[in-house]
């Protein structure tokens, strides 16, 4: 693919229209969104009129004029179609992290103490791994990992307490099949909880047809909702009233302006809020959505998928084509894929120095440490194209050949890679 190809794609694009409602700066080729989504023009104006009216006029009397107290139902109602779930079963807030360890005790307590090991990925994001330790040693259970997808089934034994998944592969973008390994761990008795931080809005997610348990997820990726955006939590209804989730805050309380001191528990995903909902955050989060709302109208789920497929194919083919002795660690079968790249380079180039002069020459993708090390580049069908892609492998190809990526500004490496 040349430019002139990529462009006269982008022309016959029917989500083109999309990229306008991003603020992405003039020369800047944003491959990233996987880790932060770009920033929708129409929300600065939003989280200022929240600021200066809402807050600034309005005061305390926006919890209920501005319906402030509604954001985490009203955000997880907006959601809910593109996790295939229902109104009233998605809330919106606290991190992914938190809304984790709220469903792994809850999901460990309706297993009342006769299966206590949970099963999961050593390449799965940290913290969930992190989170699963926390949780197993309160409950004392053993967190099982395994280096293969291809050892899930083994262990989905009479000791399975719980399969904890992320659907889609931080590392490699590999996309599990959910419904059948759901299948599985209900087969052997086991629950299964799904983190869907790099799928919410990006690939289909059908948690009700599925038949999962539970399901969390974050708000600042390809959901767009910006930097620490708050996460949401899915529980399915056949638990409701089951059990309780470990983290009995205020708001999750059934009558929470009653102040009674006894903790009763709200009915539903209700339960499963906590403190004070963010305002700000979900402001810039629920104006994000109406992106969405936009992509529906468009062609939906089918085109951002469509779409995703096509970018990401895309770039294998090019990368494989022009940048010699670059492994690419994502399938390239559609249905084990999300909406990312990974790749590793040859033996003797840094791909963290890499990274940093693509970010230099204006190409944005991020770099991910570990065996092997990865560059990770993320698709985000509603402000991608392919001129993106052309550029991308442009630079890449060029920086490796000429070696200019090996200069001692681009090797020192900061907090955040």
Excluded at 134 to 161: K, N, Q, T
Excluded at 181 to 196: I, K, M, P, S
Excluded at 230 to 259: I, K, N, S, Y
Aim: aromatic share 8%; with cysteine.
């Amino acid at each position: 693919m040349n430019l002139d190809d990529a462009q006269r794609l982008d022309a016959a694009d029917p989500l083109r229209p999309l990229r306008e409602r991003f603020s992405l700066p003039e020369g800047i080729t944003y491959l990233d969104g996987n880790s932060l989504g770009a920033l929708p023009r129409a929300t600065p104006a939003r989280v200022a009129r929240a600021v200066q009216q809402e807050w600034g006029e309005g005061l305390i009397k926006s919890w209920n004029s501005a319906g402030w107290i509604d954001l985490p139902r009203r955000l997880g109602d907006r959601l809910a179609p593109w996790l295939g779930a229902r109104p009233g079963e998605v809330l919106v807030g606290d991190s992914t992290s938190v809304n984790l360890y709220k469903v792994l005790h809850a999901a460990l307590q309706l297993q009342q103490g006769q299966r206590r090991v949970v099963v999961s990925e050593r390449s799965n994001f940290p913290t969930d791994n992190y989170i699963a330790q926390s949780v197993v040693r309160a409950h004392g259970g053993e967190l099982v990992l395994v280096d293969s997808p291809d050892e899930i089934p083994a262990l989905l034994d009479e000791r399975c307490a719980v399969l904890m998944l992320t659907h889609v592969n931080y590392r490699s973008g590999r996309m599990h099949d959910m419904a059948l390994l759901t299948r599985w761990a209900h087969q052997a008795g086991a629950l299964a909880v799904w983190d869907l931080a790099h799928s919410a809005g990006i690939v289909p997610v059908d948690l009700l047809g599925c038949a999962a348990d539970f399901a969390v997820g974050c708000g600042y990726k390809y959901l767009n909702g910006g930097p620490g955006a708050p996460a949401f939590v899915w529980m399915h209804p056949r638990h409701e009233g089951q059990v309780w989730q470990p983290l009995t805050g205020w708001l999750g309380h059934a009558h929470p302006f009653d102040f009674d001191s006894e903790y009763l528990p709200a009915p539903g995903i209700q339960q499963y809020q906590c403190g004070t909902p963010p305002v700000l955050a979900m402001t810039a989060l629920e104006t994000a959505l109406d992106v969405y709302d936009e992509a529906q109208k468009l062609g939906g789920m089918k085109a951002l998928r469509a779409k995703s497929l096509a970018l990401t194919e895309a770039f294998m083919a090019s990368v494989e084509a022009r940048v010699p002795g670059a492994e690419i660690h994502t399938p390239r079968d559609a249905a084990l894929r999300g909406s990312q790249v990974s790749l590793s380079l040859p033996a003797g180039v840094d791909g963290y120095a890499v990274i940093q002069a693509l970010i230099a020459r204006g190409v944005i993708g991020d770099f991910r440490a570990g065996v092997p090390e990865l560059l990770r580049f993320g698709f985000a069908p509603l402000y991608n194209g392919y001129a993106d892609v052309v550029r991308a492998v442009d630079v890449l190809a060029e920086l490796l050949d000429s070696g200019a990526w090996n200069a001692p500004e681009f090797t020192t490496r900061s907090k955040v890679t």
